[in-house]
């Protein structure tokens, strides 16, 4: 899966000979059989390999609360949930940058964290954006009131950014990834 993380495709025959140093494409051939016969792949109608769903999926077990302790069948499987189609809508214009610094800790954002972003041009008041201000890049919520347009942390040991020449947009952030 890293190659297909990778390359946004899996990997060719020959290429699957060099990434698991098989010296023949008959053993290729047996493996992707298995691979296909366990669900872990597709092959589309050119004969191309495609991760099953099967693959990208994770099992989606329902809810957990957060409050006082209550009954819940955590462990009955209800439904599997495809995290590229849960955090990524357009794929060609989706990134992920890693947060340098504490300005958006009052949003949940932490240093260290993993943020995924969607190029655009345009933000609506109150978007969390990665923008080019003055010639360098920063994420903050983007503020608009009449014609005026600034950057606002979410720390308050922090201050608005005010343009002195130029405020671009370059992306929203979509979602944050947290490891613990």
């Known amino acids: 899966m890293a190659f297909y993380s990778r390359e946004g495709r ?3 025959y020959t290429e699957m000979m060099s990434l698991f140093n ?26 191309r390999l495609q991760p099953s769903k099967a693959a990208t999926e994770v099992p989606f077990l329902g809810l957990v609360t957060a409050g006082l302790p209550a009954a819940v069948d955590a462990l009955d499987h209800f439904d ?12 060609d214009k989706t990134f992920i940058l890693e947060v340098d610094g504490d300005s958006m800790i009052e949003a949940h954002i932490d240093d260290g964290d993993l943020v995924i972003a969607e190029k655009t041009d345009t933000a609506r008041d109150g978007d969390i954006v990665i923008a080019k201000v003055d010639g360098e890049f920063t994420m903050k919520y983007f503020r608009r009131k009449g014609t005026k ?14 343009p002195e020449m130029e405020l671009e ?7 944050v990834i947290r490891k613990y």
């Open 22 to 47: 098989f010296r023949s494409k008959n053993a290729v051939y047996k493996l992707v059989n298995k691979l296909v016969e366990a669900d872990l792949v597709l092959k589309d109608r050119l004969g």
């Open 80 to 91: 599997t949930l495809n995290l590229n189609d849960f955090l990524i809508d357009k794929k």
């Open 149 to 162: 347009v600034w950057l606002d942390p979410a720390n308050k040991r922090y201050e608005p950014i005010y």
């Open 10 to 12: 899996m990997p060719t």
């Open 169 to 175: 947009v370059v992306a929203l952030v979509k979602g």
